[in-house]
């Protein structure tokens, strides 16, 4: 795990110091970027400096801690420092306005809500630096838990299939494929469907990772990619609109995709492109896998057209980030419009998340278990995974 890549990071020498790594830049460039109020971690999730839905919902976190943080050490304290009911004035359109910054990822707002429970709790006769201190440790608690279980769902995961194909695949032989990027980059470390195809190479049960590029963000070509390369792992990217060739040509043993909200019927909703891919594993009988945390399952809403479901700029589809080539010296990097002036208003479609039915899922995996359909099922009873 050593050579895993991180997207956060804190500085126990400094109260309150946040930064993160601009993954508009990768893989060509490693920006760190300091994340100084609440306000530029909310613009940071917004512009997708940082993105992945538990990295999302850690630095939402952690953007708090950080702001109290700061405040506590100033002398004198700031005045929303005077009281417990200062305190909470001053946060709660602080932990709404995070909330807004994107719909569709559940885990934001599950953090969003143990931060608020905290804030509430604390009574009147609570000082306001206990209460301080309590918000700052859940919201540390928030990133901390990640990791942990990010190993857990991908173990997990890793040996139900490794089960499912015994006897039908030579040992070592497991070729998977992904969408977009869910490695450490994605989350607090390790990953989830990243995690799961990293623990199959770690316990050499991979022969090689597929993964789409996943535009038009390109996470997969440069995320993925720049992350399976660090850990050393066989690999090979694919366009979005190769995953019907790939599976023609090459026997691939199953898919495994990431989730940013799951239904309590067991629809998904993920990176846009993860419902073609499952279309096609569907007509391949390629076993289909979303791993994701328990704070991913949102058993509040009773399928997937409950799901919000974000919309990007038009003009975000219509662009591309790369470094020039042939290369220069300092990797220098251009934006590029790769299409003609269109009608941003009425000419793009351009939804970051797609809905996979649960009739098309074979597996979800947290990290309290694996949940699979019942026989003739059309959905999934998730209660003994959450």
């Known amino acids: 795990m050593s050579k895993m890549m991180t997207s956060i990071r804190t500085t126990s020498g400094e109260p309150g110091k946040l930064e993160i790594v601009n993954q508009l830049l990768l893989p060509h460039t490693t920006e760190w970027i300091e994340i100084n109020s ?21 630095l939402a976190a952690l953007s708090i801690a950080s702001h109290l943080s700061r405040a506590i050490s100033q002398t004198p304290p700031p005045e929303f420092l005077s009281s417990s009911a200062t305190l909470r004035a001053h946060l709660q359109p602080l932990l709404d306005h995070l909330l807004t910054s994107r719909p569709t990822a559940v885990n934001l707002g599950v953090a969003i809500k143990r931060l608020t429970k905290t804030l509430e709790v604390g009574g009147d006769d609570q000082s306001v630096s206990e209460l301080a201190l309590e918000l700052i440790k859940e919201a540390n608690a928030i990133n901390d838990e990640d990791v942990g279980r990010n190993w ?123 419902y073609n891919a499952a279309v096609l594993a569907a007509r391949h009988r390629i076993p289909f896998i979303v791993v994701a945390p328990v704070s991913t ?38 934006v590029v419009q790769i299409t003609p002036d269109l009608d941003l208003a009425e000419g793009v479609y351009n939804p970051s998340f797609d809905v996979t039915p649960a009739e098309l899922i074979s597996a979800v995996v947290t990290e309290k278990g694996v949940a699979v359909k019942g026989e003739g099922a059309g959905g999934f009873d998730l209660s003994g995974v959450v």
């Open 297 to 334: 399952i949102d058993l509040d809403i009773p399928d997937g057209s409950h799901i919000p479901i974000e919309h990007r700029p038009p003009l975000e589809a219509c662009l591309a980030r790369g470094a020039l080539y042939p290369p220069t010296p300092n990797k220098d990097q251009a």
């Open 38 to 58: 609440v306000d530029e971690a909310y613009d940071a999730i917004k512009s997708m400096k940082i993105r992945g839905a538990p990295a999302i919902a850690s």
């Open 152 to 274: 857990q769902m991908s173990r997990l995961g890793a040996e139900w299939l490794v089960e499912q194909t015994k006897g039908k695949v030579a040992s070592g032989n497991l070729n998977v494929m992904t969408v977009c990027n869910t490695g450490s980059l994605a989350t607090s470390g390790y990953g989830t469907a990243l995690g799961l195809v990293t623990y199959l190479f770690e316990t050499k049960s991979l022969k090689k990772a597929y993964y789409t590029q996943s535009a038009p963000y390109h996470q997969g070509s440069r995320l993925t990619s720049l992350e399976l390369k660090t850990l050393g792992i066989p690999s090979v990217m694919i366009c979005d609109t190769m995953v019907g060739s790939l599976f023609q040509n090459v026997e691939i043993h199953a898919v495994v995709v990431g989730a940013d909200r799951v239904a309590r019927n067991g629809d998904t909703a993920n990176k846009v492109g993860t």
